[in-house]
Nanobody, 126 residues
Framework: QVQLVESGGGLVQAGGSLRLSCVAS????????MGWFRQAPGKEREFVAG????????YFADSVKGRFTISRDNAKNTVALQMSGLKPEDTAVYYC???????????????????WGQGTQVTVSS
């Protein structure tokens, strides 16, 4: 089993920045694709960003491209999502997820991710 714990959410004004962190424990995620998803009230959970096991491959949703970056530190079993230029439409609960079946191929559908964190709330005020 893998336990994922997110942190770093909060309230920020439009245009501001936040850095989300995800710490994994239990089974290693060093060889797993890691992803960030988000879910706004009344909406489906959607893919935000993903990173391959060695950090050489990244993929972003069009809505966050150029504003968000993703990184990982396998020595610390952590994945981070740096968010800048935040907009009110970025308001959501953000989830960290692990796809332990794949190392390089970043999937964007939540069904491909087996392990999930509990989420952290990000609220962007206008």
């Amino acid at each position: 089993q893998v336990q994922l714990v997110e942190s770093g959410g909060g309230l920020v004004q439009a245009g501001g920045s936040l850095r989300l962190s995800c710490v994994a424990s239990g089974r290693t995620v060093r060889t797993s694709v890691m992803g960030w998803f988000r879910q706004a009230p009344g909406k489906e959970r959607e893919f935000v960003a993903g990173i391959s096991w060695n950090g050489n491959n990244e993929y972003f949703a069009d809505s966050v491209k150029g504003r968000f970056t993703i990184s990982r530190d396998n020595a610390k079993n952590t994945v981070a999502l740096q968010m800048s230029g935040l907009k009110p439409e970025d308001t959501a609960v953000y989830y960290c997820a692990a796809d332990h079946f794949r190392m390089h191929d970043i999937r964007t559908m939540k069904k491909d991710y087996y392990f999930w964190g509990q989420g952290t709330q990000v609220t962007v005020s206008s």
